[in-house]
């Protein structure tokens, strides 16, 4: 079971819920808060929003599973995903997808053993004209080849 | 109000409704799955997609209001060939199976497939193989594959019982209707949600594989296993009489009725209809001291009549006993209070009802019987039967229907009823108390005769029979007026009650609740 939310992260989340006219609208945004505090949103973090927002915790789990950006599983110290989608395919994406899987040494949705990195595949990131594009925690790459993603995952460790 | 077109038909509608309620005011149906009339548009179904004059796309029929000279066409080429395109996505991912899936027969999707399908698939891809019987709640089978995702059920869950059991997970084509950590659907509404799923996403276990929608009869009915008075519809097979099987009861679906139950029934009025077929009395009993006479409807009726009858002459009426129940409808509570109170001045009338039980803020009264409020704008006071009473100074006693048995041991009441000379039972169903009485009446249900109920908001409520009463029972409306007419005080009033109808319209004439509700 994660850490209850600390006295600071309550207080936020309050001011969040402040905002909305109803609670069901401050789901999202206390998500991420959450997720900032805790890495990832596990079933307990599910209870934990519904406890405070006075939801019930179904509500906050359809919101989990829609957004791809809210994990659900603890993530390593870099979250790398990486587009699959059109323009980004077009442009060499499978192939960089392969350079990642080997060079990382894990499978799309998995974390390395030392929890450094977690590689994942998304839909359009928004950023077509760097195809191919990925995102690392919340940094953008894109005009993206092998020797990119070297300096990259290299600059990290 | 505004003045629209509707297919090119001018109508004068309410300002502000949407283009959706207005063309089913005008009787013109737009295709829908996830619109329901009790709640808001959701939009997500695309099947009411709709043309109006001067918007370049097409609109949502159940979202768009109207506006003065607005001009719909609900059938012209664009919108058909919209709608095919809706339910040719719609069917990408629906399994074909129809002929083992019960919403065969009322489903929405298969009707409209039927009007605007494509019938050739254009989909070569391999269907998502899903979860296809996950038991979701007591009664509730969710079906993955069939779900459309138009979110009646979750919407029901959230805005009538608040109870929220189900939620819609993931996104895209993984999308699903779930229950939350294997909470089950657990509310006494639940049944609702397998009658109000437009597919057969939600199917019933009671229903489930036991027959098909379509050989089912339907009749209008009202609930009579609480005091609301919900309406509902009783679908039945009519059995197969040459070959001695008879008519059994498959389901109740509940009937929009916004004045009493809005669109709802609760699970208690849904699943509990199996005393209409089981356990049933057929055959007028008599005991074997009374065998001097027949069982018919004639000899057992003149039988009472006359035992009435000398008692009025010796002016021992007040010998005459009577247990009522609220099962009983206006028309009968009427004609009881007619003969005994008004005619015979018979002072001992006692009511044995089902025991109270809980009730809740949505639908369920805590009352087990549809008629109380009835009863009591009768006049008749709602006294519970004490036995010690009864047994005092009481030579005939009728009792009309079985639930003393719920309040008293069947050896007190066995003990009471020896101390008195002659008992009539009128009952519905076989039971203990049979044995005890001199003559034993069958009577049919609510659903067998016509009347009408009040209901707990003092509501009258019209019904009519569904089916013929099972074997030889008739309507206690009928016998009393039997009864009235034969024991002979004012023969010609009762001569003339040949319909319930025509006993209300008495009744209307002397109670005046009756006259002012009407």
Known sequence: MSPEFSEKIQKKIKEIVARYPQKEAAILPVLHVAQQEFGYISSEEEKQVAGILGVKPIRVREVVTFYTMLNREPVGKYHVQVCSNLSCSLLGAEKLIDYLKQKLGVEPGKTTKDKKFTLSLVECLGACEQAPCMMVNFEYYGNLDKKKIDKILDDLK | ?518
């Open chain 2, 1 to 518: 109000m505004v003045k629209i077109f509707i297919d090119e038909k001018s109508f004068e509608v309410e300002d502000g409704i949407t283009v959706f309620k207005a063309a089913k005011e005008a009787g013109i149906a737009i295709p829908h799955l996830c619109y329901h009339d009790a709640f808001p548009p959701e939009g997500s179904c695309r099947m009411c997609l709709v043309e109006i004059e001067g918007l370049p796309k097409l609109e949502l029929a159940c979202s768009t209001q109207v506006r003065d000279g607005m001009k719909v066409f609900t059938k012209s080429e664009r919108v058909v060939e919209a709608r095919k395109g809706v339910l040719e996505f719609l069917l990408a991912e629906h399994p074909l199976d129809c002929p083992i899936c019960d919403k065969a027969g009322d489903c929405k999707l298969q009707d409209y497939y039927e009007t605007y399908g494509l019938f050739e698939s254009q989909f070569r891809e391999v269907k998502e193989k899903r979860e296809k019987k996950a038991k979701i709640g007591k009664n509730l089978i969710h079906d993955e594959e069939r779900c459309i995702i138009c979110k009646r059920c979750v919407r029901f869950l959230k805005e009538v019982t608040h109870t929220q059991e189900l939620g819609i997970f993931e996104r895209g084509i993984h999308t699903s209707v779930n229950i939350y950590e294997l909470l089950p659907v657990d509310n006494n509404y639940s049944g609702n949600l397998a009658q109000i799923c437009p597919v057969g996403a939600i199917t019933d276990t009671d229903f489930r594989f036991k027959t098909r929608s379509w050989l089912l009869k339907k009749g209008k009915s009202i609930c009579p296993l609480c005091s609301r008075g919900c309406n509902i519809s009783i679908e039945y097979h009519p059995g197969f009489p040459h070959f001695q099987v008879p008519k059994k009861v498959f389901r109740i679906y509940s009937l929009e009725n916004p004045d009493v139950n809005g669109f709802w029934i609760c699970d208690l009025g849904r699943y509990g209809y199996s005393y209409i077929d089981e356990n049933r009395l057929d055959r007028i009993m008599i005991k074997k001291e009374e065998q001097k006479i027949e069982p018919t409807w004639e000899q057992s009726l003149q039988f009472i009549a006359e035992k009435i009858k000398g008692l009025n002459f010796l002016k021992k009426t007040s010998q005459i006993a009577l247990v009522l129940n609220t099962w009983l409808s206006n028309e009968e509570l009427f004609l009881i209070h007619k003969i005994f109170k008004s005619d015979l001045n018979v002072e001992s009338i006692f009511f044995a009802d089902r025991p109270q039980s809980e009730g809740d803020d949505i639908l369920l009264t805590p009352e087990r019987s549809p008629n109380r409020r009835g009863a009591q704008e009768m006049g008749l006071s709602i006294q519970p039967v004490k036995l010690e009473t009864l047994a005092t100074k009481t030579r005939l006693l009728l009792v009309f229907g079985s639930s003393i048995q719920d309040q008293f041991s069947s050896s007190d009441i066995k003990k009471v009823l020896d101390k008195i000379e002659t008992k009539i039972l009128f009952a519905s169903h076989s039971n203990d108390l049979i044995s005890f009485f001199d003559i034993v009446l069958p009577t049919a249900l609510i659903a067998e005769k016509g009347g009408s109920l009040t209901n707990v908001e003092g509501r009258i409520q019209k019904f009519s029979p569904v089916f013929e009463p099972s074997g030889d029972s008739l309507p206690e409306w009928m016998m009393l007026a039997d009864l009235g007419r034969e024991f002979g005080i004012n023969p010609s009033f009762y001569e003339q009650l040949k319909t319930p109808e025509a006993i209300s319209i008495e009744t209307e004439k002397e109670i005046p609740f009756f006259r002012e509700k009407k």
